[in-house]
């Protein structure tokens, strides 16, 4: 791809994605689907950058035995176009294991499986991503006093580079959330690292876990680390009673349709925090029913042998965590009795869950420009762009960051294939360039 040096003269896209993880890979599916249709001079020119040096969905997390908790058919393109090359059951077809998935009479695909889908679909459209590239700016181009393009700086090995853009699509993701005060370091992890620095005890013997949250996470790694480590003890430590089970019920289910978004869009506040209230337990603090009823019988089973290596320290809080010669003491409180419990531990895991990236971080003095609703949050509309001032005529649109104004499936995947179709309709029913303005050609770079 063609590129320029910051001073230079920069080229334009019709649209710049920043972050290529599953919401941006549908998106430039969405694209190259949509230019594949229609004449060159209506064709969209877009290009992707991604800071990692190739593509990795929470490789982390990434536990053999770990499946899916949204179904297969809500993968990166079958709600938007059943009839799509870049389906899951195309993947399936591809790699001589169509008829097996079928016998295996099986929605929820291993995460590791559901992986490789999205590489294989991500390679499809490659020509569209430049990896190893982190947008580190976002910037304005005034022209006639209006802000007509948008120039994003991106750094990579080689330096840096400004790419020009009509349209943002910012699909960021998620940031690992540590308990307040408590850092990451050699021996306390969040479980976004898990698989990276499980290695790092590759022929030591741990004997002490502690695990803290009460989420599907939080489980796995309970689970995980209880399996791989038979010798360690595993400490789960959350706040609950009990690990509560996920609702993936039918008719909560559809708390995730495409309809539940503009539902909840349209709702007035006091009816979306309801929503929220009703319908969290599909999604946060939850566990899969099967990984609840599996841990239960491992412990149970230990407490009929008389060797108990998985401890429960429910309705109970991390107080604090303190690095000594040859471990971590993690303190937790039991919030009953207030009393406090030091354990020496090889590993402190936090499991304590993530939180959309603030687009505002990259986007600067811009961010001046975004409108927000009374509590200060982002004002976005329905068609998931930012609402901001008349002068800012490029559209910035957010996938990710938007469960305030359309509901839960915001950091999903389930409602991602209809999310980049209604966004991309949305660029084009905007017009792309003005009358007269030069068309890019094809490769994606301006004249
Ligand atoms: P995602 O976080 O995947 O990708 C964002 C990308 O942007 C990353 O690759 C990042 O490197 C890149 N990036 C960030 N800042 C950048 C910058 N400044 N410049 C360039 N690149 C940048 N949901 C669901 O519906 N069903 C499920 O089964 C699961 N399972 C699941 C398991 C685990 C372990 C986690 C942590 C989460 C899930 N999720 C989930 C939710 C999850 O958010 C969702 O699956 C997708 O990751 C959302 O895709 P995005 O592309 O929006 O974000």
Known sequence: MSQVLPGDAPLVHDLIGIGFGP???AMAI???EHNARVGRQEAVTAHFFEQQPRFGWHRGMLLDDATMQVSFLKDLVTLRNPASEYSFLCYLQSKGRLIDFINHKNLFPLRIEFHDYFEWAAAKVDDMVSYGHEI??????VRDGVIEYLDVTAQSADGLVVHRARNLVISTGLRPAMPEGVERTERVWHNSDLLRNVESLEGTEPTRFVVVGAGQS???????????FPRAEVCAVFSRYGYSPADDSSFANRIFDPAAVSDFYDAPESVKRSLMDYHGNTNYSVVDMDLIDELYRQSYQEKVMGAERLRFLNVSRLTGVKETDDGVRATVKSLITGEETPLDADVVVCATGYRPADPLGLLGELGGRCHRDDQGRLSVERDYRLATDDELRCGIYLQGGTEHTHGITSPLLSNTAIRVGEILD???????RAVGEARPVADGVAR
């Not at 580190?136 to 181009?141: G, R, S």
């Not at 949305?426 to 017009?431: A, E, F, N, Q, V």
């Open 23 to 25: 919401s941006n890979v």
């Open 30 to 32: 969405a694209l190259s």
């Open 136 to 141: 580190i700016a976002v910037e304005p181009v």
């Open 218 to 228: 939080a489980a796995e790694n309970v689970a995980y680390l209880h399996r791989r």
């Open 426 to 432: 949305s660029i084009l029913d905007r017009g792309l």
